[in-house]
């Protein structure tokens, strides 16, 4: 046989070749792209859900009634019922339950829909270990509560056996005052359980202890084993605060600050300088002069107080936040004149603006400024035991005051001015912290984003320093040794 | 609804488009797949994997060629990736040591019908079967071969001429049985 031949003809007919796939691979094609349509889905769903966790969080924390839920273990909504229940007994004097050590008296019945005949128990259990209170539990006739849907549990549907509906009635001898409605695990066992400091009975009365019963048949016997109920007078105590993170530091610095940038703009009424033997002759009374910044550095201190606070339980997180104040000096010259027309008139005679630098004078501002500002910083702690941080901060505040002198060694002595505007600022940090004990230290960078030195014009000034900090922790929790 | 019209909405997921674009081309892909494969199960399980794919990256067609030679390129990586990852197919797929063994009573009772000459390619071990189709009959040339199935160029040719050697005689046998038989009943 030729082999192209048998080549073409093999290529023509496997060409050609069709099969008619079964109806259920397209059926399987529609499944897996719906799969994958929900995974996508469940992807954003992820993206979004650290969002939604925090926002639950938030909510649960700040909702009031976190602490009077009720739950019934097998039962989808017991919250909505027992507080309709709750509702209902408002009218409840909260004497009757308010009950005294070894002498407390609460009458529970349980309602099961399968019994005909109601059976009361009227043993009263003997006091618990704790030697707290006594409960009674009594079988309510059937129908005095309205029944939820029964759903049958896993454990139901597994040996095909009807769910059986319960209710514990917390109640005062023959009236009943709320209810605890539960789905037995099995038709002879109920199960329902009272969380913690729930509510049962009016808002001020509280059951504190957790209330666990099983009811098997009979109910009453293995109640008295199980059940430890503590009514008690008055609300539920709160649960201990768990000892916080957060520390308190507070702090003190020096640094070194250099006010760097764009020039300023100087304009002041020369005019109204007429003492001292210096009046303006240009003409209109008003003269301006260009300054341009001659960078001086300038001393500061800085005093502050943190708080700093792990993010959750990390270890190598935390956030700060903390108020600052510092006072900074600085010292400005300046050098160009823009407007060569302006002619100073001393006692000496006219000069020329021009001779006048000429003749050694110069315009400085002096000054000091305080400056309170908050700080928000994110530390990253290089080691577990938090001794080694790096520290990056935003800070804004305002400067309090401010003041500025202009020497003029020719012809004037200092002249007092005013001429700082005082403004807002906002800048950022970073730093190194090193915080073997409760004392530390760090070297921080500062940052200027926007000026508060400007000298009655608009020209933005930043301003940068380098700081070398002293911390002290107030907290005592502070440190992991 | 004409191609255009039915890629852009298979490009919005739109599940009507898809399932025509599926009726479409679902038969000629079986074939493909099922040359590929041992039985008829397998064949529709990539032809479910390479749909998929071909849903889910649809983007990707710029329409440069005939959608059918697309769709036939992500069957026949479909079913090279399925080979390679079933255990019944790994065995066959190492091309080194295969030895190319056939029943020929099984060749022989086939009818050789399209469909025969198709399960005559099935016959061979999977890693000739997978290199004969490459080669023989979707017209790759042996490096784009040896670079799908990471092996060599030397590898793949001869694999594909001893392939194609093994199927010309039970094609031969095939014809000598039917004339004999025919001429037999004269």
């Known amino acids: 046989m030729d082999m192209n031949a048998f080549d073409d003809n093999l290529k023509n007919r496997a060409g050609g070749f069709r099969l008619e796939p079964r109806k259920e691979v397209w059926e399987r094609v529609e499944q897996e792209l719906n799969s994958r349509k929900r995974k996508r889905r469940l992807v954003w769903f992820w993206w979004f859900a650290p969002f939604l966790l925090a926002g639950g969080a938030v909510w649960f924390s700040q909702s009031p009634s976190n602490n009077s839920e009720m739950a019934a273990v097998s039962t989808p909504k017991p919250i909505t019922s027992l507080k309709k229940d709750l509702e209902l007994n408002k009218s409840i004097p909260s004497e009757i339950f308010q009950t005294e050590d070894n002498k407390n008296e609460i009458s529970g019945t349980t309602t099961r829909s399968k019994k005909e005949t109601t059976t009361k128990n009227t043993t009263p259990f003997t006091p618990s270990s704790s030697g707290k209170s006594v409960v009674l539990l009594k079988r309510s006739p059937e129908g005095e509560f309205p029944q939820p849907p029964a759903i049958p549990t896993p454990v139901q549907e597994a040996k095909n056996v009807q769910p059986v509906q319960d209710s514990l009635l917390i109640s005062s001898e023959n009236e009943p005052k709320a209810k605890i409605e539960a789905i037995p695990v099995d038709s002879a066992v109920t199960t329902f359980r009272v969380k913690e400091g729930t509510n049962i009975l009016k808002p001020d009365t509280t059951i504190i202890s957790e209330l666990t019963g099983v009811f098997p048949e009979p109910a009453e016997a293995i109640i008295k084993d199980t059940l430890t109920p503590v009514p008690i007078p008055g609300k539920a105590p709160k649960k201990d605060k768990k000892p916080s993170k957060a520390t308190w530091i507070v702090l003190a610095g020096a640094g070194i600050h250099n006010h760097t940038g764009k020039g300023i703009t100087l304009e002041k009424s020369m005019a109204d300088y007429t003492s001292g033997g210096l009046n303006n002759n240009s003409g209109n009374g008003q003269g301006s002069t260009q300054a341009l910044e001659s960078p001086e550095p300038g001393l500061g201190v800085m005093l502050g107080i943190e708080r700093s606070q792990p993010f959750g339980k990390s270890k190598h997180w935390s956030w700060v936040g903390g108020l600052h104040y510092q006072y900074q000096s600085f010292k400005v010259s300046t050098g160009t004149l823009i407007d060569s027309t302006l002619n100073y008139s001393t006692d000496r005679g006219n000069v020329t603006a021009a001779n006048y630098y000429k003749a050694g004078n110069s315009q400085q501002q002096k000054g000091s400024q305080h400056r309170v500002h908050l700080l928000a910083a994110v530390q990253w702690h290089m080691d577990k035991k938090q001794h080694w941080t790096w520290q990056n901060g935003f800070y804004g505040g305002i400067v309090l005051s401010s003041d500025y002198l202009i020497p003029q060694k020719f012809p004037l002595s200092w002249v007092p001015s005013e001429g700082l505007t005082q403004k807002g600022y906002t800048g950022i940090e970073t730093g190194f912290l090193f915080r073997p004990s409760k004392w530390g230290a760090g070297v921080f960078g500062q940052y200027n984003l926007s000026n508060s030195l400007k000298i009655n014009g608009p020209a933005p000034q930043y301003w940068r320093g380098i700081e070398l900090r002293v911390q002290y922790n107030l907290s005592s929790n502070s440190l992991k040794k | ?186």
Not at chain 2, 19 to 36: D, F, I, K, S
Request: glycine share 6%.
């Open chain 2, 1 to 186: 609804m004409d191609e255009k019209e039915m890629l852009r909405l298979c490009r919005k997921d739109d599940r009507t488009a898809q399932e025509t674009l599926y009726r479409l081309y679902a038969p000629e892909m079986l074939g493909v797949c099922y040359r590929y494969t041992k039985s008829l199960d397998d064949a529709e399980d990539v032809l479910q994997d390479g749909f998929v794919k071909v849903f889910t990256q649809i983007g990707q067609f710029r329409g440069d060629g005939a959608l059918a030679g697309w769709i036939r390129r992500i069957m026949v990586t479909t079913a090279i990736s399925y080979l390679r990852r079933h255990n019944r197919y790994r065995n066959q797929m190492d091309f080194d040591s295969q030895p190319l063994h056939v029943a020929v009573d099984e060749v022989a009772t086939s009818k050789l019908q399209t469909a025969e000459l198709m399960d005559l390619v099935r016959k061979l071990p999977a890693g000739y079967q997978t290199v004969f189709n490459l080669v023989g009959i979707e017209g790759y040339d042996h490096t784009e071969v040896a670079v799908m199935l990471g092996i060599s160029t030397q590898t793949s040719r001869s694999q594909y001429s001893r392939a194609r050697a093994q199927l010309m005689k039970w094609v031969e046998e095939w014809d000598e049985k039917i004339t004999g038989a025919v001429s037999n009943n004269k």
